[in-house]
C-alpha cells in the first residue's frame, strides 16, 4: 500500500497496483483524477497521535460518492454568487460550469499548499526558545475563573470530546452548573493552534495574537484538525459539534461553513486577483494534536523587528516589556543587551537545526493589512 494525497487533498492508503492506471479513484472523496495528480506522501517526523486519525474516520464514515457530489455542489452553488458568474456572461452553461469547477478545484489546491503558522508576541522569543516547544494555554496554567478560559474549554469540549477521549473523560469531572470543581485540565490532551495562511501572506495568518510567527512543517498537518474559523466564535454563534472539525483529507467540507468573505477572499487568492484581507477572527483555524517540538516541527521563524524597536523605548514597567527587563530603563544597554542575546541565541538555534529565519522590518500598518507573499527565505549560516 502507498499513502497517497489526490488533487483535492484527501490522504488514503492505495494499492499500489492501483498506481499503474493512468486515472485513479480517491478512497476518500470519491473523486477520479490522473495519477500524476497525486502525490506520495512521506512519513511523518513526528508521532501520530488519534485525535485526527478517528476525525478522518468519522468523516470517512460520513462521506460517500453522493454526499460528496452534494457538498460540491454546495460550494460551487456559493462560487457562483459570491463571484458573479452568472449564466448571462457565458454563452453556453458548459462554460460557466467549467469556470466555477476551476476557481473550486483552484481554492482547495491553494488551502492544500498553504502554510500552517502560529503567530506570537515578538517579546516572548526568550520563553518560547527556553520551552523548546510551542505550549498551549493549559500548559502555562490558565485560570479557570476566565471568561475567555470557559469559552475555550467549553468549545474544545464540544468540538473534540467525541474524538478524543482524554477531553471527554475530564468533562465528566467538572460537569455541574456549579462550575469547575478541579484542575483537571492537562495541556497535552488539548490542542494547539495554527491558522491555515491560505496564500501565504507575509505577515503570517493570524498577527492579532502577535507579529511575528513560526512555519510548521507539512507533516504538522496529518496529525491537525481543521474548522472553518476560530472555534469558540464559531460556538459563540452556533453550538459547535463534531462535524465542524475535519482532517486535512476533507478540506472542502469547511468551504460549506466558512463566512462569504472570507470564501471569496479565497476565491480571489487562488486566482491571482486582489483580495481584501480580514485579520480578526476570519481564518481557517488548524487545531494540532501532540507535542510541537521547535527542533523536529517547525520551518521557519519569522520575526518582527519594529516590535523590538518599540521595546527598546517604551517607557519602565510598560505592558510590552518582558520580565527580564520590565525594570529597565528606555534605550538602555541592558534592553539592548537582551534582545542581542536572543536573537544570538534563535540565529544559532536555526543554524543548528537548519531552520530558516526572515527578519520583517515592514511598517506596522502595511504589514498587517497586506496579502503580499513573504520573500523566500535561507537557512541562516553556521554562527
Known amino acids: 500500500m502507498a499513502t497517497m494525497r489526490c488533487p483535492y487533498g484527501c490522504i488514503s492508503e492505495i494499492p499500489r497496483r492501483d498506481l499503474l492506471f493512468p486515472v485513479i479513484k480517491c478512497r476518500q472523496c470519491h473523486r477520479r483524477s490522473a495519477r500524476s495528480a497525486f502525490g506520495e506522501m512521506n512519513e511523518s517526523s513526528s508521532d501520530a497521535i488519534s485525535t485526527p486519525n478517528n476525525a478522518l474516520a468519522h468523516h470517512n464514515r460520513m462521506t460517500t460518492p ?5 457538498i460540491d455542489g454546495a460550494v460551487m452553488a456559493r462560487i457562483e454568487t459570491l463571484m458573479g458568474l452568472t449564466s448571462k456572461w457565458y454563452t453556453h452553461k458548459s462554460d460557466r460550469m467549467n469556470k466555477i469547477r476551476n476557481i473550486y478545484s483552484a481554492v482547495i489546491r491553494c488551502c492544500m499548499n ?25 500548559h ?8 475567555y478560559t470557559a469559552d475555550r474549554d467549553k468549545a474544545e469540549v464540544m468540538a473534540f470530546a467525541d474524538y478524543n477521549k482524554a477531553i471527554r473523560d475530564q468533562n465528566l469531572l467538572y460537569a455541574d452548573d456549579s462550575g469547575y470543581l478541579d484542575m483537571r485540565i492537562k495541556g497535552n490532551d488539548r490542542p494547539g493552534y495554527m491558522v491555515l495562511n491560505v496564500g501565504n501572506p507575509i505577515a503570517g495568518g493570524a498577527p492579532m495574537y502577535g507579529m511575528s510567527y513560526v512555519i ?19 460556538n459563540k454563534s452556533q453550538p459547535i459539534s463534531c462535524d465542524d472539525a475535519v482532517s486535512f483529507g476533507h478540506l ?5 461553513k466558512m463566512s462569504d468573505a472570507k470564501l471569496t477572499e479565497l476565491c480571489k487568492i487562488a486566482t491571482g486577483k486582489t483580495a481584501s484581507v480580514n485579520r480578526e477572527s476570519d481564518f481557517i483555524e488548524a487545531q494540532s494534536w501532540g507535542k510541537i517540538s521547535l527542533s523536529k516541527d517547525i ?7 519594529p516590535d523590538i524597536e518599540r521595546c527598546n523605548v517604551a517607557p519602565t514597567g510598560h505592558k510590552m516589556l518582558p520580565g527580564p527587563i520590565k525594570n529597565t530603563t528606555p534605550n538602555s544597554s541592558a534592553r539592548t543587551q537582551f534582545f542581542t ?28 493589512a497586506s496579502l503580499q507573499a513573504r520573500p523566500r527565505m535561507m537557512a541562516p549560516a553556521v554562527l
Not at 453522493?66 to 452534494?70: A, G, H
Not at 502555562?140 to 471568561?147: F, I, K, S
Open 114 to 138: 498553504a502554510e500552517m503558522t502560529t503567530n506570537f508576541d515578538t517579546k516572548s522569543l526568550h520563553l518560547l526558545l527556553n520551552s523548546g516547544a510551542l505550549k498551549n494555554m493549559w
Open 341 to 368: 542575546l536572543q536573537l544570538q541565541r534563535l540565529r544559532a538555534f536555526c543554524a543548528e537545526k537548519n531552520i530558516k529565519l526572515h527578519f520583517e522590518h515592514m511598517e506596522t500598518g502595511q504589514y498587517m
Open 252 to 256: 472542502s467540507q469547511i468551504l460549506l
Open 216 to 234: 510548521y512543517h507539512d507533516h504538522v498537518k496529518m496529525r491537525a484538525t481543521f474548522t472553518a474559523t476560530d472555534t469558540v466564535q464559531m
Open 66 to 70: 453522493s454526499s460528496q457530489r452534494t
Open 299 to 305: 520551518k521557519a521563524f519569522v520575526i518582527y523587528m
Open 140 to 147: 502555562l496554567g490558565a485560570d479557570l475563573e476566565d471568561d
